[in-house]
């Protein structure tokens, strides 16, 4: 059995229960609505809300458990599914609503940062392609009477195709990578101790070309583990990414 079937009966299971307990809220007022005025009426209302008094409100929890699951239980069966953009906007519907789990954030960081990482494989590809899409271009002039002369009108609109995928692709790596570096933002402003979240907002900063933010993670976590054998190579990077000093004036 899939994740997918498994929430799914999760759900079924959550629904039925609330159906069954919260109709008998909404039978029980359906009821008391009919029972009529009076001392006539009023000795069958005492008896519903009798029976249902000590339960009415825990029906209701079964409609949360579903909206919890529904927003929890789906990213991970688009996770497991492969459906890594669909997963995403479960989760970020669900960080919208708890916006202090930080396990989901964590959760959604490490997938932006793995939809970014295919985007860029994608990218790689495509720019690859781009530069076989017109290979006589290489030979042609760029300016001139003869550019219009030796122009093949195929291999250009191939370029052209090409070179829009390129520019999207590019803008989506981009996207991706500030995403995953704004979850692992949220994931060390909530657990500011967190060694391993300082550090992955620390690369994703870096590979998304964020150097202040990269720079400002890299020294927390050397701060919050001053002993770690990446030390080193930490200081290396950090020295790297800074701004050089300004030169004095003689």
């Given at each position: 059995?899939?994740s997918?079937?498994?929430?799914?009966i999760?759900?079924?299971i959550g629904a039925?229960m609330y159906?069954i307990f919260g109709?008998?809220d909404?039978?029980a007022?359906?009821w008391?609505?009919?029972a009529g005025?009076?001392?006539?009426g009023?000795?069958p209302r005492?008896?519903?809300?009798w029976a249902?008094?000590?339960?009415?409100?825990?029906?209701?929890?079964?409609l949360?458990?579903?909206?919890?699951?529904?927003?929890t239980?789906?990213a991970?069966?688009f996770?497991?599914?492969?459906?890594?953009?669909?997963a995403?906007?479960?989760l970020?519907?669900?960080?919208?609503m708890?916006?202090k789990?930080?396990?989901?954030?964590?959760?959604l960081?490490?997938?932006?940062?793995?939809q970014?990482?295919?985007y860029l494989?994608?990218?790689?590809n495509?720019?690859t392609?781009l530069?076989?899409a017109?290979?006589?271009q290489?030979f042609v002039?760029?300016?001139g009477?003869?550019?219009q002369?030796f122009s093949n009108?195929i291999e250009?609109?191939?370029r052209?195709?090409v070179?829009?995928?390129v520019?999207?692709?590019q803008?989506?790596v981009?996207?991706?990578y500030?995403?995953?570096v704004?979850?692992?933002?949220?994931?060390t402003?909530?657990?500011?101790?967190?060694?391993?979240?300082w550090?992955?907002?620390?690369?994703?900063?870096?590979t998304a070309?964020e150097t202040?933010?990269a720079?400002?993670?890299?020294?927390?976590?050397l701060?919050?583990n001053?002993?770690?054998t990446?030390a080193?190579?930490i200081r290396?990077i950090?020295?790297?990414?800074?701004?050089?000093?300004?030169?004095k004036?003689?």
């Open positions: 059995m899939s997918a079937d498994a929430v799914a999760v759900l079924w039925t159906a109709g008998a909404f039978g007022g359906f008391s609505l009919l005025r009076g001392e006539g009023r000795r005492e008896l519903i809300d249902i008094g000590p339960v009415w409100e825990a029906n209701h929890v079964w949360i458990f579903i909206l919890v699951v529904l927003w239980g789906f991970t069966a996770e497991a599914k492969g459906d890594t953009g669909q995403i906007t479960a970020q519907q669900y960080t919208g708890k916006p789990d930080a396990a989901a954030w964590s959760e960081a490490g997938l932006q940062a793995t970014a990482q295919s494989n994608d990218y790689q495509a720019y392609a530069q076989l017109a290979p006589s290489s002039p760029t300016t009477k003869l550019a002369v009108p250009n609109a191939q052209t195709n070179q829009g995928a520019s999207d692709l803008q989506k981009s996207l991706a500030n995403g995953a704004g979850s692992w933002q949220h994931v402003g909530l657990q500011p101790k967190n060694l391993n979240a550090f992955q907002l620390a690369q994703a900063a870096q070309g202040t933010v720079v400002s993670a890299y020294k927390r976590y701060k919050l001053p002993s770690s990446s080193p190579q290396a950090i020295k790297q990414l800074s701004p050089a000093p300004p030169k004036k003689k």
